[in-house]
Structure formats: C-alpha cells, structure tokens
C-alpha cells in the first residue's frame, strides 16, 4: 500500500508510521494460546515476538475494501493479494462512483499491470524491504517503553506505555519512537494485538532541528479485528502529524484508512483471476 507523498515528508514521517505499519503486512493467525503472566513487559514481549513471527511465516492471501482519507479527499479501493503482488481498483472518489470512462481508465491500467507483471513484482520487492525494516522497529517496542496495566476486560488487557528512561534512541526514527506514549490492548487468548494509539510527548528535532521536527501532539491510533477464527486484520489507521521539513515546509498529515470486507482467496490465484475479482466486485 503506497502513499503518494513528497520524499522530504515521508522520510519526516516514517518514524512514526513504522510504530503502527506492521499492522498492514498480516500477521499469522494460527499461534497457539500463551499463558498469562502478571508482568505487563513479559506480556509485550510474549505479543511481539507473536506478531513478527506472524509476519514472517504468513500464508494467506486476501481481497479487501480499503477506504481512505487524505488531506480532505476520500477515495473507495478494492485490493486483492497475490503471492507475486497486489493489485487494486479505484472504486469512488469523494463519495460518488467512477463514470464509465474512469472505470475504463481503471481496467487499462489493470490490464497492462497483467501483461507487465514484473511492475507487480517491483512494487511487491520494495513492500518487502519495507517490512524489514518495519520488523527491526517492531523488535524495539518491548524496550523502547515502560507498560503497566491499566485495566482488564475479559481477554482484553489495556496496557499503558511511556518511554522507558533507560532506552537510549540511535537514529532520527527512533527518537520518534521513543518520543510516543499512549495504550495498547492485547488479546489475552491469542496474544494479539488489538489495538495500539498514542501521542507525542515532546518535539522530536531532525539533526538538531536543522532537518525540521516534529510538533508535539502528534497521534496515530490504529485497530485490528478477528475476521475469521484467528485471522486478524487492519480496521483502522488514523494519523495526525504536524511540523517542519527542510526549508521550513510545513508538514501537516490527517490521514485515515478503513479497512472491510475481507475474503480469503486461494494461494495460487494468478493477477489475471484477481483482476476478474476486482471487476465482479465493481460491479456489485
């Protein structure tokens, strides 16, 4: 899922999205139970290692309805996975559907993707490589904070985090990281996560702020759900970022996504029958 942004904001931003990103890359929904123990980083740790594991060994492929908000405009897409990449359809803009020649724009577009497949697979190599490094953040949570818990609701435990005064940040990205402080709940039974929000505590400076910051306040909050027995996927994704970027640009991000209708789709589909599922999905 890529985001059409400018190279000085994304690289101002990716911080902060790489706390939340490995929502999107679908961790593995067969873990068995892990029992509960009363040490709320032993918790975090138990859910961590679940969700990287998760991504790693994730087998599963899935069409979904995506629906997003940016910087005041909305947009409906359809998405299908396969194991050489994703490819998606443009469904409405701004709460009215495509006319038939924007549908007809879409389906080109589509069908050169299937003839020029290895665009798909560039496109897959760098979510990919994106992964990675969204897992080497990942691995930093259970010591980039302190956890206590704040309350239980049946299999849900609220965990509240705030930075752990011992962690010493080595780069830009993670002094974002260790600049949040927020909550996140875990699903007791399968030591998932179910949701994790948080705040910027205090302004985080690029390069001694010469490379721009970010404003305190900041937020992100995203949701995942159990679609299926042990199938967790991204519900939700809202972020709000203000600041500066080089040359004083000022960076402003309101950003949300949805996410819906999730069906699973057999591992050997080719791009050419997701296509056909995007277009009977148009349809309907």
């Not at 159990?226 to 500066?244: F, H, I, Q």
Request: a positive charge; glycine letters at 6%; proline letters at 4%.
């Amino acid at each position: 899922m890529q985001r059409n942004r400018l190279r000085a904001l994304s690289h101002v931003v990716l911080a902060a999205l790489l706390l939340f990103s490995v929502f999107v890359t679908r961790p593995n929904r067969t873990l068995a139970t892990v029992a509960l123990t009363a040490n709320p980083d032993q918790i975090v740790r138990e859910v961590i290692q679940n969700e990287l594991s998760g991504q790693v060994n994730d087998p599963n492929l899935w069409c979904y309805r995506k629906g997003t908000t940016h910087d005041g405009k909305t947009q409906v897409l359809e998405y299908c996975q396969t194991k050489n990449g994703t490819i998606h359809r443009l469904l409405a803009v701004n709460g009215q559907p495509l006319n038939l020649a924007e549908r007809r724009a879409e389906e080109i577009r589509i069908q050169k993707l299937i003839r020029s497949p290895n665009a798909v697979e560039a496109a897959q190599r760098k979510e990919t490589a994106d992964g990675r490094e969204e897992r080497k953040f990942l691995k930093l949570l259970p010591d980039a904070f302190s956890y206590r818990v704040e309350g239980r609701q049946g299999d849900r435990l609220t965990l509240r985090f705030t930075p752990n005064p011992n962690f010493r940040a080595s780069g830009n990205e993670e002094r974002v990281l260790h600049a949040l402080s927020g909550a996140m709940v875990v699903d007791l039974d399968q030591k998932r996560l179910v949701s994790i929000s948080g705040r910027l505590s205090r302004e985080v400076k690029f390069w001694g702020g010469l490379a721009g910051h970010l404003d305190p306040g900041g937020t992100f909050s995203v949701t995942q759900e159990n679609v299926a027995s042990g199938d967790w996927e991204l519900k939700t994704l809202d972020v709000e970022m203000n600041g500066k970027a080089l040359l004083f640009k000022t960076i402003a991000v309101r950003e949300h996504e949805s996410y819906s209708n999730y069906t699973p789709v057999p591992p050997n589909i080719s791009l050419a029958q997701a296509a056909e599922h995007l277009e009977r999905d148009s349809d309907g």
